[in-house]
């Protein structure tokens, strides 16, 4: 499969994060990368924008002149990320298709609020096939499970969707935007969420979250934009295989949550880290469940690439 497919290069990818776990109205870092949100509203400090332990992103890139719009997650509860698209003014009828990083609530939970602001049936809908895995939960103890809220098939397609269920790589929007599918496991050091179980016919087993992906854009002479929702793949298995299908071998963005947080992924959070400094980004924007602990480590090691990211921020990388 390497290089095979081949991904359209973007004059412009513009990010717009309508959750994430962090928000700070009195951030002063605009820029021609980053856009923070104005917490002004009729000229008054009234405009609230919310933050979550989740992850919603409008995706917009802009090929020979033309803009398509993918929506990707939907955010933890059921209104967080919508309040904040009606709060950001954003057009969600602009929004042509939906894609789904995995099948946990914090990715999952606003789903029926935005698809219901976009208003257009028959959207195509791009999930891995075991997001529909149930029971699934986190064991916490033998006599501890807390389970995540069962996701359906018929409870998309209840809401007018198209659902597109693809293991492999698939190209959207005309190219302009790669799913990047089921994602292989080669590091030596991510080993995926070992508290992580589902049943199967009545028998437990680990979950390897093998649902886990990112979508993919490539702006023109400056490489791939890598955005995740968890990573639980491993954020350096992601990019890799990234590179690997599209055959572009500079990256010019790492983005999204790297799951990097709690005991037993905070010893990897140094090696992660130089990995991804050996595959150099322009820049590196950890997300949601990257952790407190993560985030402040990869701003130490590499400051001038890092990017604090927080719910309405709207990134730009552009040719």
Excluded at 86 to 110: N, Q, R
Excluded at 160 to 168: A, L, Q, R
Aim: charged content about 25%.
């Amino acid at each position: 499969m390497k290089g095979d497919i081949h991904i359209r290069e973007a004059e412009k990818v513009e990010i717009l994060t309508l959750q994430d776990n962090y928000v700070d109205i009195t951030v002063t870092d605009n820029n021609a990368v980053i856009s923070r949100a104005t917490p002004l509203k009729a000229g008054e400090i009234r405009n609230s924008v919310t933050a979550e332990h989740g992850y919603s992103a409008v995706v917009r890139t802009t090929v020979e002149g033309r803009t398509r719009t993918l929506l990707f997650d939907f955010g933890f509860s059921e209104g967080g990320a919508a309040y904040n698209a009606k709060v950001l003014g954003v057009d969600m009828s602009e929004i042509e298709v939906l894609a789904l990083s995995h099948g946990h609530s914090d990715h999952l939970g606003g789903f029926e609020q935005l698809v219901e602001m976009i208003g257009r049936k028959g959207m195509e809908f791009y999930i891995h096939p075991a997001v529909y895995k149930a029971p699934r939960y986190l064991k916490v103890g033998e006599q501890r499970k807390i389970y995540f809220p069962k996701f359906t098939r018929e409870m998309a397609e209840k809401t007018g969707v198209t659902v597109v269920e693809s293991s492999p790589p698939r190209l959207l929007l005309d190219g302009a935007v790669l799913f990047l599918g089921e994602i292989p496991r080669r590091t030596d050091f991510e080993k995926g969420f070992p508290i992580a179980h589902f049943q199967e016919e009545g028998v437990e087993k680990w979950d390897p979250i093998e649902d886990d992906t990112s979508v993919v854009m490539n702006v023109k002479g400056k490489g791939l934009v890598v955005l995740s929702g968890c990573a639980h793949s491993g954020i350096v298995n992601t990019v890799q295989y990234a590179r690997e299908v599209t055959g572009v071998d500079q990256v010019h963005v790492v983005m999204g949550g790297f799951h990097l947080s709690g005991p037993a992924f905070e010893p990897i959070i140094g090696r992660t880290t130089e990995e991804l400094k050996k595959i150099n980004p322009a820049y590196v924007v950890p997300t949601h469940c990257t952790g407190r602990k993560a985030i402040m480590h990869m701003e130490r090691e590499m400051p001038e690439q890092f990017i604090l990211n927080m719910s309405g921020t709207k990134l730009t990388f552009a040719a």
